[in-house]
């Protein structure tokens, strides 16, 4: 069985470029006196701490326990088949999100005053992510949100 050279130099270049799309994982994010990191100017961006709207999404509101719904978005998440926790700590979430070829950074803060909680998402290279990281948050927020008479 012949395999043409072209074909396997594309399938070299592609076996080599595919992990440069995951990037490094960034050191600037983490919660910090209850404000996530701020989005960069690039549209690839969604933070409900944001305050322009290109940027900004609104956080996840919940009733009852703050404890018991940020359990519950755990679940949510670990539900998921694209997204693995990197760091949790006490009412703190940071969560790699995969599509085909690239990861995506997530973070999650409980607000236990304002009784949301705080989101941000990212792509970690390129420029625009084709509002991708809007539309995964929000497919969150849907499954996260109460059914029936609420939580």
Do not use: W
């Amino acid at each position: 069985m012949r395999f043409p050279l072209g074909r396997l130099f594309l399938t070299g270049l592609l076996a080599g470029l595919l992990p440069a799309c995951a990037g490094d994982r960034p050191t600037n994010l983490g919660a910090r006196e209850g404000v996530l990191s701020p989005c960069p100017s690039s549209p690839n961006c969604v933070s409900s701490q944001a305050a322009d709207e290109r940027h900004r999404i609104e956080p996840l509101p919940f009733m009852g326990d703050p404890d018991a719904a940020f359990a519950r978005l755990k679940g949510v998440l670990a539900a998921r088949g694209d997204t693995t926790i990197i760091e949790e700590t006490p009412g703190y979430l940071r969560v790699e999100l995969r599509t085909t070829f690239f990861v995506d950074d997530g973070e999650f803060l409980l607000d236990r005053q304002r009784r949301v909680i705080q989101v941000r998402s990212a792509s970690r290279i390129g420029y625009s992510d084709l509002g991708k990281n809007r539309r995964r948050m929000e497919e969150i927020r849907r499954a996260f949100a109460p059914t029936g008479s609420g939580s």
